[in-house]
C-alpha cells in the first residue's frame, strides 16, 4: 500500500477509469474528473464507436484490477473476419490457427460503466462529472475545470496529475502552449473519414450475419465493417474517402446517391439496412488521427496517458487495448516507485513509447490491409500459408496479427519488427514460386524462418 | 505577363525574398511584409545561423531570378567534408568523384540582402519592415500586422497571401487555429541543441583551417562542424545533447567544464578558439526541429512555402536550397495557372510536397551520419568506393549524397529512394566481402547496380 498521495485524474473514459481504480487499489487518494455527463445514466451520442475489440492486452489489464470475468461475461467472441465480396459471397478468414484464440466485440459504454461502478465502490476514489478541464497549471500540479450546468469554475490539486482526456486532451494542449521544454507533437489524419450505421436483430431478435465473425466489405479504396453487439444488432462503420473517388463523403449528398453507392458496393448489406441514408445525414462524420507526442510528462507533476499521449486509428482493434495496457506498463514501474515523480514518469515512458509508436504505425498499415489487401490473391494465399504455420506449429509460428493481439507477453514494437520481417518473407517466397505444393509443412515453416531471419539480419547491417 | 493580381507574401527572409522577385518578375503586384528589420541596416543577432551550404538546387532558383553569378561571386566553394580526428589528424572525405562538384558556403545575410536589392528594384514590390503578422484571416486573404516601433496594427489583403515566415509561421498558426478543415501538423524535435561558436582569422586575416572544406568533428553522440567565412573567419556550430551523455548543454554550466569538454573532444579546435567560453554562455542554444504539415493552403486564399511549410534540420545542408526550389516549382505550376488558385495550391503540393518529405527525412539521417557514422571504418570504406565509382563512371553511377545535391533535376523523393537502396547495397557487399581488391571496377559497378536493383524491387514486392 502506497502512502495516501492525492492523484488527479482527468478524464473517466475507459484509461481513466481503469487507472482510477488501479491507483485506488494501491492506495492513493484519487480524484476523477469527467467532462460528460454520468453514462451510466444518460444516453450517449448515436454515431461515436459503440463497440471495441477487446483482446488480450486489454484483458489482462481487467485481470490486474480483478474484472477479467465480469469483463468477458459482456463480450461476443470473433473468430475470424468474414470477408465479403461484391457478388456478396463470404468467406472466414480466421484470426489465429489456433481455436482458442480470438477477439471479442464489447460495448464501450458497458465496459466503461462496469469500471465506473468498481472505482466508485472504492473509499478513497471520488468521481465528478460535467466538469470540463480548462487548462493545468503544470509546475503545481493543478487543473481548473467548468462544470457544465452551473458555469462555475473550480480549481483542483494533485500530487500529480494525470491525464487521460483522449485525443483532445486538455492536458496535452497545455503542455504545447507551454514554452519551458521542447515538446514534439503529432496529430496526423488520413484522406478519409468514418461514419456509424447499423444493421438491427430481425423480428426474433436474432443476428442477421453471421454472429462470431468482424464482418468486412474491402473495396479498394474504401470499405464497410460490422462487429456483432450482445442485442442481435450489428455496428456497422464505413470508411470512405473525404474527397477523392467516384463516391466520397463530399458528393454523397442525397439518399438516392448513398444507396446507389451502397447498391454498387455492399449490395449484401444494404438489404439489411433499411435506414442507411436515415443514419448516413444523421450521424457526424468522424475523423481518422493519430496523435504522438513527446515528452508525455512535464516539471514531475503531470502525465499523460491512453489516448491523450497516443490516439491512434482504429484498424488493428487495439486502441483501447493499448490504453489498458499504459495502465500495466504503469503499475509495473510503480512497484519500483521511490517518491520521485519525474524519475517515475520518465522510466514509464521510455519503457512504454516505443510500444504506443509502434502500434500506431501498425494501425495505419492494416488499414490498406484491410481495405485492400485481403481482397488480393496474394495476401489471401499468405493468409492461408500463416494460420496453416499456426495451427502446425503454434509454439514456433505467430503471424504478425497473432503477434499483436494474442501474445500480450511481447511488446507491439517487437511484434511489429518480427511481424513486418516475417510478412515481407513470406510474400517474396510466394512471389517467386517456392511454397509449393509438393513441400511439407515442416519445409515450409523453415524457409520462412530462414528467410525471415536473413531479412531481419540484413535490416540490422543496413542500418548504419 | 499575368494580369497585376496583388499578392501579399509574409515574411521576407531567404525564401519570401527569392518568391516576391519571381512573382514581380512575373508581373504580379507584391505586398511583402517582414516581421524583423531590415538586415541590410541593422547588425543582426549573433548565434543564429550565420553562413549557409549552397548547393545545385539552390543555384537553379538564383538562375531563374537571373542572379546566379551575383550569388556565386560571394561563395566559397567547399569540396568535401574535412574529417578532424580526436588525435587531431584530418582528411578530406570529397562530396563528389567529380572535381566540378562541390557545395558554397554562403553567408545568409548576404544573400538576403542581395534578393532583397533586386526585389526592391521592381516598380512592382513593397516592402514593408518591422511589422509582425498576429494572424491570418484564411478565408478572406487579409493578414494583421503589428508595427514593432509604433505598435500601430494594419490590416493588409491580397488576392492570395503566401506564408514564408518561417518554421514559427503565423500563417501556419491560424490553419491550424481553424477548425474548418482537418489539419495534419507535426513538430518533432531532436533530443540535441546547437550552439554557434567561431574560429576568427589569424591576424594576416587568414584562414586557420583549410578553407574550402566543410570541417567536422564527429564524436559519436556529439559533433562540431565549421563552415568558411568570406573574411577568414569560420562559423562553428556545437551539436550537443540536452541531457544525455556524460557532457550535455544542461550540465555545461562553467567555463572550465565547457574547455574540458573541447580540450578531451576537439583539442585542435579548442586552440583556435580563444573565446570559447565567452562565447557559449552569450549565445544562445538552439532547438533542432522538423515540421511537417498538409495542407500548405487554406480556402483557395493561403499558401505556405519554404521553412513554413515544412521545417528541417541542417544536416543535409538543405534547408535554403529546399525553400529555393519550392519557388521554382511553384513557378512552373504558374505556367499552368488558370485563375484558380485552389487548382493551382493543390498542383503545387501534390507535385513538391513528396519531395519536401523525403528532403526531411534525409536531413535526419544525415545526423546519425555525420555524427557517427562519418567516423566508422565501413562508412569509410562505403564513401571511398561511391566516389571512385563516381569518378570512373559519373554518368553511371551517382551516391545519395550526389544524387541529392548535384543531380537537381532529380527530386529529393527519387533521390532518397535511389539513394537509400544503394547505401544498403554497397553496406552488404562491403560486409559480406563482396568489394575485394582483386575485381576491376567496372566489376564494382556491376554488382552495386544489381544488388541495388534487388532491394529496390524486394521493396517493391513487399511493399503490399
Known sequence: ????????????????????????????????????????????????????????????????VGLEKKALDI?????????????????????SGLEEEYINSISRTDLNALLLDEAEKMPNVTISFNKECKKVNLKEGSAEFQDYNTKEKITKTGSIVIGTDGAGSSLRKSMMEDHGFLFSFSQDYLQHGYKELSILADKNGDFQLYKNALHIWPRGENMVIALPNLDGSFTVTLFL???????????????????????????????????????????????????????????????????????IVPFYGQGMNASFEDVVVFDEILNNHT?????????????????????????????????????????????????ALEEEFPAEYSSKYRLVTFQEEIGYQEAMQRGRAQ??????????????????????????????QHILENDELTSL
Not at 515523480?341 to 495505419?364: G, M, P, S, V
Open 423 to 452: 510478412d515481407k518473407a513470406m510474400l517474396k517466397l510466394i512471389a517467386e514460386g517456392k511454397i509449393s505444393d509438393d513441400i511439407s509443412m515442416k519445409e515450409k515453416l523453415k524457409l520462412v524462418k530462414k528467410e525471415t
Open 1 to 64: 500500500m502506497e502512502k495516501q498521495e492525492k492523484i488527479l485524474i482527468i478524464g473517466a473514459g475507459l484509461c481513466g477509469s481503469l487507472l482510477a481504480l488501479r491507483l485506488a487499489q494501491r492506495g492513493y487518494e484519487i480524484d476523477l474528473v469527467e467532462k460528460r455527463p454520468d453514462l451510466r445514466k444518460t444516453d450517449i451520442a448515436a454515431g461515436r464507436s459503440i463497440n471495441l475489440a477487446f483482446s488480450n492486452r486489454g484483458i489482462k489489464a481487467m485481470k490486474l
Open 339 to 387: 517518491g520521485d515523480w519525474n524519475e517515475t514518469f520518465k522510466r514509464y515512458q521510455k519503457e512504454r513509447k516505443k510500444d504506443t509508436d509502434a502500434i500506431a504505425d501498425l494501425a495505419i498499415d492494416n488499414f490498406y490491409e484491410m481495405k485492400e489487401h485481403t481482397a488480393a490473391p496474394i495476401f489471401q494465399q499468405k493468409r492461408k500459408l500463416e494460420t
Open 241 to 311: 474517402s473525404y474527397e477523392e473517388g467516384e463516391y466520397n463523403f463530399k458528393n454523397l449528398t442525397s439518399a438516392e446517391k448513398v444507396e446507389e453507392y451502397f447498391e454498387k458496393n455492399y449490395p449484401d448489406a444494404l438489404k439489411l439496412m433499411p435506414n442507411l441514408a436515415e443514419e448516413f445525414f444523421e450521424n457526424p462524420t468522424g475523423p481518422l488521427g493519430t496523435v504522438k507526442c513527446s515528452p508525455w510528462h512535464s516539471y514531475g507533476k503531470t502525465l499523460l496517458m491512453g489516448d491523450a499521449a497516443h490516439a
Open 75 to 95: 463480450c461476443i467472441p470473433m473468430n475470424g473476419r468474414m470477408i465479403h465480396n461484391t457478388e456478396s459471397e463470404t468467406f472466414l478468414s480466421p484470426y
